[in-house]
């Protein structure tokens, strides 16, 4: 930018110093007048160029950085799902039923029996009680989850929806 901008300056001041060489001063004004706007539309270039490069630069690094955020909750679930039934409960699980109730449609608080019905359907007996909400263990809460095979089965049949 600097370079430009000196060169700009030297370019105005050249065509005013040949100019004054000349014997039509009446020109000066003129000649000056479009260095100057030479001078001009060069920064003016030299911005919008920088400008369109750091805006693909920003995009690129949102990019990768929603790639990284991703990557990080998708290991701390898989991790949870290893972990005990309590952090099943606490995390895995409403998670899981948010996503059953935005693939079927299905609401809790319209109609518990066709929830239960279509998450029984969808999972099975053995993996619904997995993704039911109100499974939520008030003891044994120590004990193991059911582990990262539950939770693939789970999101296989969530994906076919």
Not at 66 to 92: C, F, K, N, P, V
Request: net charge neutral.
């Amino acid at each position: 930018m600097t370079k430009i901008v000196a060169a700009g300056f030297l370019l105005v001041a050249g065509v005013e110093l040949l100019s004054l060489a000349g014997a039509d001063r009446r020109l000066i004004l003129i000649m000056s007048g479009a260095a100057l706007a030479c001078a001009l539309l060069m920064v003016r270039w030299y911005l919008i160029r920088q400008s369109v490069g750091d805006a693909e630069e920003q995009r690129a690094d949102d990019a990768a950085e929603s790639l990284r955020r991703w990557l990080s909750r998708t290991e701390t679930l898989i991790s949870q799902s290893e972990a005990t039934r309590r952090d099943w409960d606490r995390h895995l699980r409403p998670t899981l039923a948010r996503q059953y109730e935005m693939a079927t449609g299905q609401k809790r608080s319209k109609d518990r029996a066709a929830y239960n019905a279509t998450g029984k359907m969808l999972f099975g007996a053995d993996l619904w009680p997995w993704v039911d909400p109100e499974n939520v263990a008030r003891d044994g809460i120590e004990g193991p989850g059911p582990g990262r095979e539950a939770l693939d089965e789970i999101l296989q049949r969530l994906e076919r929806v």
